[in-house]
């Protein structure tokens, strides 16, 4: 498995501002990706970060709103922009091994809230 | 996106009792995986599942890969208190790059 350290756990904003989310692996991994979990629900992929280009947003995911940066093998930034109360989720940091028999590993989660 | 069905979708039970869930697809997966998340954690692999019909323990855990790749299911035997979370399964098609979360299912044992 894969250590994933997130950082910050938690966070209350004001809206109109912006909070930047980190995710540090233990080791290098191809695949990395953030996804949404609002409040009782289940994980919704925001987009793959992909290292030395721009990220791959899915549906209803834009990069202006959710800036992402992947340096190198081992990190990765997510910015939610110019909050608002519907932004209040959790924020999980994930990396799968590759490979024919594959897993996802996931961070402890960021949650956001935005008053 | 593909939509992953959990049923049930939350489980009260007495402690000792066993449980069972399940998660249905209408698309093919090659892989499931089965998560446990326990309130302000990430969710945690339990157990993956990689062939069609693949029965797979973990401790009091067995987990199944249906025989049609469109369905799985997760077993917990002689619940205990900690077994409280909740439970997703996640699958991964063919041609696929993302897992897809299912609804997951709410477990709470009752001492």
């Known amino acids: 498995s894969a250590v994933i350290s997130q950082k910050p756990s938690r966070d209350i904003c004001q809206r109109g501002t912006s909070l930047t989310i980190q995710c540090q692996v233990d080791?290098?991994?191809?695949?990395m990706f953030w996804y949404r979990q609002q409040p009782g629900q289940s994980l919704t992929l925001i987009a793959t970060a992909n290292q030395g280009s721009e990220a791959t947003y899915e549906s209803g995911f834009v990069i202006d709103k959710f800036p992402i940066s992947r340096p190198n093998l081992t990190f990765s930034t997510l910015t939610v922009s110019n909050l608002s109360p519907e932004d209040s989720s959790i924020y999980l940091c994930?990396?799968?091994?590759?490979?024919?028999?594959?897993?996802?590993?996931f961070g402890q989660g960021t949650r956001l809230t935005v008053v | 996106g593909q939509q992953l069905n959990q049923n049930p979708q939350s489980m009260f039970i007495q402690e000792g009792e066993d449980v069972s869930m399940n998660c249905t697809s209408s698309s093919i997966f090659n892989t499931w995986l089965w998560y446990k998340q326990d309130p302000g954690e990430g969710p945690v692999l339990l157990i993956a599942?990689?062939?069609?019909?693949e029965l797979t323990s973990n401790g009091r855990l067995t987990a199944q890969f249906g025989i049609t790749r469109k369905d799985s299911f997760l077993n917990i035997s002689a619940s205990i208190p900690s077994d409280v979370g909740i439970y997703f399964c996640a699958g991964l098609t063919n041609t696929g790059n993302q897992f897809y979360f299912g609804t997951g299912t709410s477990l709470t044992v009752i001492p």
């Open positions: 599942l990689y062939k069609a019909g």
């Open positions: 080791s290098q991994v191809t695949m």
């Open positions: 994930s990396v799968r091994r590759g490979g024919l028999n594959t897993e996802a590993f």
